[in-house]
């Protein structure tokens, strides 16, 4: 089972990025998939999730309005579509699945390798 993570980059505040998840190895039929990120210092903080079998999502309330979890099925992916990048939102994004509906890292069972986004003032 593997969780590739993509599309990290340095943009300038203000700017977009879309990172992408792209699952292997298994279904997740019935599963969340979630994207956290971890600043330098700091833990690891939820960030959006997405129903894998009907697409109900879920967002922290510091990218409401400016993020936008989707999945594509017939690809296996997940993306996080990154607007209005503010510089507070530099760090390390992991994309994860888990069989609840949760934001603590802890019930997710598989987890891809993160990405670096890093947004420049």
Not at 50 to 55: A, F, K, L
Not at 57 to 66: I, N
Not at 68 to 79: E, F, L
Not at 102 to 108: A, K, M
């Given at each position: 089972?593997q969780?590739?993570?993509?599309?990290?980059?340095?943009?300038?505040?203000?700017?977009?990025?879309?990172?992408?998840?792209?699952?292997s190895?298994?279904?997740f039929?019935?599963?969340?998939?979630?994207?956290f990120?971890?600043?330098?210092?700091?833990?690891?903080?939820?960030?959006?999730l997405?129903?894998?079998?009907?697409?109900t999502?879920?967002?922290?309330?510091?990218?409401?309005?400016?993020f936008?979890?989707?999945?594509?099925?017939?690809?296996?992916?997940?993306?996080l579509?990154?607007?209005?990048?503010?510089?507070?939102?530099t760090?390390?994004?992991?994309?994860?699945?888990?069989?609840?509906?949760?934001?603590?890292?802890?019930?997710?069972?598989?987890?891809?390798?993160?990405?670096?986004?890093?947004?420049?003032?």
């Open positions: 089972v969780l590739q993570a993509s599309g990290g980059g340095l943009v300038q505040a203000g700017g977009s990025l879309r990172l992408s998840c792209s699952a190895g298994r279904t039929w019935g599963y969340y998939m979630g994207w990120r971890q600043a330098p210092g700091k833990e690891r903080e939820f960030v959006a997405i129903s894998w079998n009907v697409g999502t879920r967002y922290a309330d510091f990218v409401k309005g400016r936008t979890i989707s999945r594509d099925i017939t690809k296996n992916t997940v993306s579509q990154m607007n209005t990048l503010k510089p507070e939102d760090a390390v994004y992991s994309c994860a699945a888990s069989r609840v509906a949760v934001t603590g890292p802890l019930q997710y069972e598989y987890w891809g390798q993160g990405t670096q986004v890093t947004v420049s003032s």
